[in-house]
């Protein structure tokens, strides 16, 4: 088993062997014991959820193998972080595949919470989506729209020259194939423009 990321709510663990994933929810110090417990608890239920939901809806994501208390265990999938290998000869195929992903997810209510590059993992021809620590079930337009605006935001930072490409096309994807998608394009709009407000 090796440890292969040590995080603020987690760590996360690999077997190679058995071609799994051990997420761990680690205590909080500053929480009251049973607090802590009830918590890590109720997230790590609300994860393998999150999964099984997006599963069903046709979004690739590794598939859930146990949960219980503070650990999940996760199908392992080998493959390599969109934010490591993205460039203008791959660019159009997994940023449309991204926008189709998100689609889904929003069709379904799904909201993931932390669309970076560094969360969709390229494997065998496919793009997966990993990690819904800090996802939530809403219809929310709002938090769809916020959905969209980190991963835009994500791109600009770790692949500014693939930006406005990455983006059109993921976004066009989007358009595409969720129906709904107009109210959420319109919020985001309004996301950035608070954006360049608060900067300014």
């Given at each position: 088993?090796?440890?292969i990321?040590k995080?603020?709510?987690a760590?996360?663990y690999l077997d190679?062997?058995?071609?799994?994933?051990?997420?761990?929810?680690?205590?909080?110090?500053?929480?009251p014991?049973?607090?802590?417990?009830?918590?890590?608890?109720?997230?790590?239920?609300?994860?393998?959820?999150?999964?099984?939901?997006?599963?069903?809806?046709g979004?690739?994501?590794?598939k859930?193998?146990?949960s219980?208390?503070?650990?999940?265990?996760?199908?392992y999938?080998p493959?390599?972080?969109?934010k490591?290998?993205?460039?203008?000869?791959?660019v159009?195929?997994?940023?449309s595949?991204?926008?189709?992903i998100?689609?889904?997810?929003?069709?379904?209510?799904?909201?993931h919470?932390?669309?970076?590059?560094?969360?969709?993992?390229?494997?065998?021809?496919?793009?997966?989506?990993?990690?819904?620590?800090?996802?939530?079930?809403s219809?929310?337009?709002?938090?769809?729209?916020?959905?969209?605006?980190?991963?835009?935001?994500?791109?600009?930072?770790?692949?500014?020259e693939?930006?406005?490409?990455?983006?059109?096309?993921?976004?066009?994807?989007?358009?595409k194939?969720?129906?709904?998608?107009d109210?959420?394009?319109?919020?985001?709009e309004?996301?950035?423009?608070r954006?360049?407000?608060?900067?300014?």
């Open positions: 088993m090796e440890l990321r995080g603020a709510e760590n996360i190679k062997g058995k071609r799994i994933i051990i997420k761990d929810r680690v205590e909080k110090g500053y929480r014991e049973e607090l802590d417990r009830k918590i890590r608890k109720m997230r790590t239920k609300s994860e393998a959820k999150l999964l099984d939901k997006a599963r069903m809806a979004v690739p994501v590794p859930v193998i146990s219980e208390e503070n650990k999940i265990v996760i199908e999938i493959g390599e972080r969109v490591d290998i993205l460039d203008k000869d791959n159009k195929e997994i940023a595949e991204i926008g189709k998100v689609s889904r997810l929003h069709s379904n209510n799904i909201i919470g932390d669309l970076t590059t560094s969360n969709f993992i390229s494997a065998g021809g496919r793009v997966y989506l990993i990690d819904f620590g800090l996802g939530c079930i219809t929310s337009v709002e938090k769809k729209a916020v959905d969209i605006h980190l991963f835009e935001e994500a791109l600009e930072s770790t692949h500014p693939l930006y406005e490409t990455g983006l059109d096309l993921m976004m066009s994807a989007y358009r194939n969720y129906c709904d998608s109210p959420v394009l319109k919020r985001l309004d996301i950035r423009k954006g360049r407000y608060i900067t300014r």
